[in-house]
């Protein structure tokens, strides 16, 4: 498999290098700059380059300041680890939003995969991560230590809503035994999740499912 890997992106390589002659220097420095994106390939970074030379100059330059502005004002919302542009994200800014349960996610995309359900009421917290002894990821390389200092706070239950993979149940399992000794009550998200699903591809009755038929850990 890996050799395959290494084959294939040898290809892309040579492929994309006999196309950077075609071009002008400019040309090839967006080909090149778009391919570095994840899932963007040479073929794929030549359509959207000339895609974009094509456009209006001002769909162009509003494009281009909403990547800069995005990179410049993203940050981690204070309290849950999400993405946002200010000091707390709009579901904790929520008074309206159940402080003492947390659901536990890898990413900001499983989050708002939860959101687009509308029955959940609680807050979250978004680990960026999940352990991976394989890809050297450890417990201190995710929002563990924020998560734990959330809990000293006033908080009912914790939802482990990690994907059903290996690295995702590896995470579930380290963090019921971390708060565990708390008293506080840990469940993990129910079955309807099937085993290697990512949630940000899941549809919103699964994942209401999934909520609804948690177990206690």
Avoid: W
Avoid at 91 to 107: F, Y
Avoid at 144 to 170: C, F, H, P, W, Y
Wanted: net charge negative.
């Amino acid at each position: 498999m890996q050799k395959y890997l290494q084959l294939k992106e040898a290809a892309e390589k040579s492929e994309q290098e006999v196309v950077m002659d075609y071009y002008s220097s400019q040309i090839n420095k967006l080909i090149q700059e778009l391919s570095e994106l994840p899932g963007i390939g040479a073929k794929s970074a030549q359509r959207l380059a000339f895609h974009i030379i094509n456009m209006p100059k001002d769909q162009v330059e509003n494009l281009a300041k909403s990547i800069v502005d995005a990179r410049n004002n993203v940050r981690y919302c204070a309290q849950c680890c999400t993405l946002t542009d200010r000091e707390l994200c709009p579901i904790c800014s929520n008074p309206e939003r159940d402080q003492r349960t947390i659901m536990v996610v890898e990413t900001p995309r499983d989050l708002a995969a939860y959101e687009k359900t509308g029955k959940y009421n609680g807050v979250y917290h978004v680990l960026h991560g999940a352990i991976s002894p394989m890809l050297g990821i450890g417990p201190g390389d995710i929002r563990l230590k924020e998560l734990m200092e959330r809990l000293q706070q006033d908080v009912d239950e914790v939802i482990v809503a990690t994907n059903s993979s290996l690295e995702g149940e590896t995470t579930a399992m380290y963090i019921s035994k971390l708060i565990k000794p708390t008293g506080i009550r840990v469940s993990r998200i129910a079955s309807g999740v099937p085993v290697g699903g990512d949630l940000e591809y899941i549809d919103e009755v699964t994942l209401l499912r999934a909520l609804e038929g948690r177990v206690e850990l």
